[in-house]
């Protein structure tokens, strides 16, 4: 017998200025926790909001003038199946 484990549905979590992928809400505040980018009393006070996987987000690079803008799904930037920090307006 084979232990095969389903992969994670992964989504797109938004708190005002970042967004994060994770399975859920509490899959993004331990990311943070387990980074340690902030004071763990925040987290929990952020109002993460799951955005809908048919979303379009457009993410660009600020800091490089000329960046082209990508435009995704939700579940499109979820595709790929890594978790953690996907874009934030902060940093």
């Given at each position: 017998?084979?232990?095969?484990?389903?992969?994670?549905?992964?989504?797109?979590?938004?708190?005002?200025?970042?967004?994060?992928?994770?399975?859920?809400?509490?899959?993004?505040?331990?990311?943070?926790?387990?980074?340690?980018?902030t004071d763990p009393?925040?987290?929990?006070?952020?109002?993460?909001?799951?955005?809908?996987?048919?979303?379009?987000?457009?993410?660009t690079d600020v800091?490089?003038?000329?960046?082209?803008?990508?435009?995704?799904?939700?579940?499109?930037?979820?595709?790929?199946?890594?978790?953690?920090?996907?874009?934030?307006?902060?940093?």
């Amino acid at each position: 017998m084979t232990d095969t484990k389903e992969p994670l549905a992964l989504h797109v979590f938004h708190n005002g200025y970042d967004w994060w992928i994770g399975a859920d809400v509490e899959d993004v505040r331990e990311q943070i926790r387990e980074l340690g980018i902030t004071d763990p009393d925040e987290i929990d006070q952020d109002g993460w909001v799951q955005w809908d996987d048919s979303a379009l987000l457009s993410i660009t690079d600020v800091d490089e003038p000329g960046a082209p803008k990508e435009t995704k799904t939700c579940a499109e930037w979820c595709a790929d199946g890594r978790r953690g920090l996907l874009c934030s307006t902060e940093y």
